[in-house]
């Protein structure tokens, strides 16, 4: 018996972020998320029985914004996933959702389907940073929907912050921080604002002005301790949880286990292929409303040393790093020596230090 994840893409937001590059379709076209949902639907009648003994411990309703869907629409979704795939008693079932679309209503009919955590995105609790970013919610409406969200039962929440943001300065960042932790989430994650060409900022180009590269390294070495003095350990370069409530999912995008995804822009790794749908809902739907199955732009076998590379690019993003080989340590030694990385027993990780300056490390390791 084989264990998998299943990620499932809903690709609607009610507005656009000015960064964010996801895809998804802004606005309210409820008969259009209806054909999305009856696709998805008939998407996964045609996989269920391509999955052989495979059972799905993770579950990741990801977007978009899934959380604005409707109650009907949930329903639909989630009986999907239960009808057509093999789930384990203690699935951890994620999903996302920002403070603009959900109340306790809708949270208490989440539980009730099965949905055991959720992902809300918080950012910042800056209004100046907020209305920048182009987000639909006060840090006050963030604050009221984590305590509905509890109220509803959900005992496993996260929240997504973002640094190095325009007119964000350190103090505002430890400020969002500090608020966030009283609220007493399980996970958070934090983001470094990342300029995506195909958005608003991307194409604002030099009139953007953000947080200079000292103050940004600042930024995530601060919030670095605040957080583990807090309680929350950095399991991977983003994430940072309570004992016990890493994100099982996500974890295993890193750990390079298996995932199958459905819907458009979502990626899938199964039988060692790695494969995506291309980013329109349109082609989406219309192939499994012609009882087609939607094409794949990518479909990727990897070379046994494309795996090793992965391996090492993925693994490194966590805390506890890659089992260390002679080949590996030859090629760290100087990052070793100079406190980029550290030795865990048989393994090798990443310091603060060096998470600051990944990208450079990797590219050298994989050269
Ligand atoms: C797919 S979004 C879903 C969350 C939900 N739709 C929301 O916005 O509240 C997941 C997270 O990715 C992060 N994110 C999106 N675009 C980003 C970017 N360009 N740079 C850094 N983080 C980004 C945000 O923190 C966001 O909450
Ligand atoms: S950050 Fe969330 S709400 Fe904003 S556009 Fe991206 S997916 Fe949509």
Known sequence: MKRIGLYIHIPFCLQKCAYCDFYSIPGRDEALQKRYINALTLHMKTLSATMGDRVFDTVYIGGGTPGLLSVEMLTTLMNGIKDNFKLTEDAEI?????????????????????????????????QAVLKTLGRLHTFHQFAETFGEARRAGFDNLSADVMYALPRQTLKGLLETLRLLIALSPEHISMYGLKVEENTPFGRMGERLTLPDE???????????????????????ISNFARSGYESRHNLRYWRREEY??????????????RYSYPRSIEDYITALEQGRLPEVDSHVTLTPAEAKDEEIMLGLRLSDGIVINDDLIEKCKNYLRYGFMERKGNRIAFTTKGFLVSNTILADLLE
């Open 260 to 273: 199958l995804g459905l819907g458009p822009a979502s990626h899938s790794f199964v039988d060692g292929v």
């Open 94 to 126: 994620t999903l996302e959702t920002n403070p603009a679309v959900a109340d306790e209503a809708k949270f208490r009919v989440m539980r009730g389907l099965g949905i055991n955590r959720l992902s809300m995105g918080m950012q910042s609790s800056e």
């Open 214 to 236: 000292d103050t940004q390294c600042e930024m995530y070495e601060r919030a670095y301790e605040l957080l583990e003095e807090s309680g929350y350990h950095r399991y991977e």
